[in-house]
């Protein structure tokens, strides 16, 4: 690890970082949530990051729209891919979106010494995110979809959708 991020993530105090993205951004980040300094991280106005939520953008980029709402203690890791996230949407607490993964192909070869890869996440405008879901890299997300809490999206989800289980499948329809 190179000293600049030892010093951006052991030394710089939280309010600190708040303060710098509230002026950047004009987002509201609590100042008991861990948000990486990286120029891989754009906030949309108005985004709300609450406390004890961990966002990690030092891998790939991360973009997070206009009046987003993230709940207190999720964990989102954007990695080579990206993780891009709509307008308007909203995720509830304790969510973990993570964009990478590990191939697991080679059985002389353990799991965590194969190569890392990574697709990428989707989520659209207006989608509303349940308590203790699993978005999972590969994963793309229409707009104005709803996630049921602890579901595990993996694929393509279309829009208007109301998706529930594990994995997340299409339940019912917005009309």
């Avoid at 754009?42 to 004890?52: D, M, N, Q």
């Avoid at 991360?62 to 993780?83: D, P, Q, Y």
């Avoid at 993570?98 to 190569?115: M, T």
């Avoid at 959708?161 to 009309?175: D, E, T, W």
């Amino acid at each position: 690890m190179s000293p600049a991020k030892l010093v951006q993530r052991f030394l710089l105090p939280s309010f600190v970082v708040s303060l710098v993205y509230a002026f950047r951004f004009g987002a509201l980040i609590s100042h008991r949530a861990e948000v990486e300094f990286s120029p891989l991280l754009k906030l949309g106005k108005r985004t709300k990051i609450s406390s004890f939520t961990k966002i990690k953008a030092s891998d790939g980029p991360l973009t997070i729209g206009e009046r987003v709402s993230i709940g207190t203690g999720c964990f989102i890791h954007a990695s080579s891919g990206g993780v891009t996230i709509g307008d308007d949407s909203m995720i509830s607490p304790n969510v973990s979106i993570v964009g990478n993964n590990y191939r697991y192909d080679r059985l002389d070869i353990p799991v965590q010494q194969q190569e890392a890869v990574s697709k990428g996440i989707s989520i659209g405008k207006d989608v509303w995110i349940g308590v203790g879901c699993a978005i999972l890299d590969g994963a793309s997300i229409g707009d104005h979809v709803i996630v049921a809490p602890n579901a595990v999206v993996s694929a393509a989800i279309p829009a208007n959708a109301i998706v529930s289980g594990n994995p997340a499948k299409a339940v019912f329809s917005r009309r």
